[in-house]
């Protein structure tokens, strides 16, 4: 049974930075494709980033180019997403998710494996 496990959330003041992890279990960690999932109060959640098996190729959702970057250690079993230049916008319950195979999706049912999330609040 594969695990995913976030942390690092937190409250953080607008034009701040925070980096929040992904630990994963009960599988080989380089046969996932990994993505970040993001959902605001009232809206529904919605593709942030996400990072294939070995090449390091990523995707991310136009709100965040240039802000966010993804990435992932495959020696610790552990995805990260660095967020930079925070808006109180990207407040949100992140979510992470895990999906077996080669492609890089933006969509949630392209992702088997979610985690519980970690909330990060960014203050005006």
């Known amino acids: 049974q594969v695990q995913l496990v976030e942390s690092g959330g937190g409250l953080v003041q607008a034009g701040g930075s925070l980096r929040v992890s992904c630990a994963v279990s009960?599988?080989?960690?380089?046969?996932?494709?990994m993505g970040w999932f993001r959902q605001a109060a009232g809206k529904e959640r919605e593709f942030v980033a996400a990072?294939?098996?070995?090449?390091?190729?990523?995707r991310y959702a136009d709100s965040v180019k240039g802000r966010f970057s993804i990435s992932r250690d495959n020696a610790k079993n552990t995805v990260y997403l660095q967020m930079n230049s925070l808006k109180p916008e990207d407040t949100a319950l992140y979510y992470c998710?895990?999906?077996?195979?080669?492609?890089?999706?933006?969509?949630?049912?392209?992702?088997?494996?979610w985690g519980q999330g970690t909330q990060v609040t960014v203050s005006s």
């Open positions: 998710a895990a999906a077996r195979g080669w492609v890089v999706d933006t969509r949630e049912i392209g992702y088997a494996y």
């Open positions: 009960g599988d080989t960690f380089s046969r996932y494709v």
């Open positions: 990072i294939r098996r070995t090449d390091d190729y990523t």
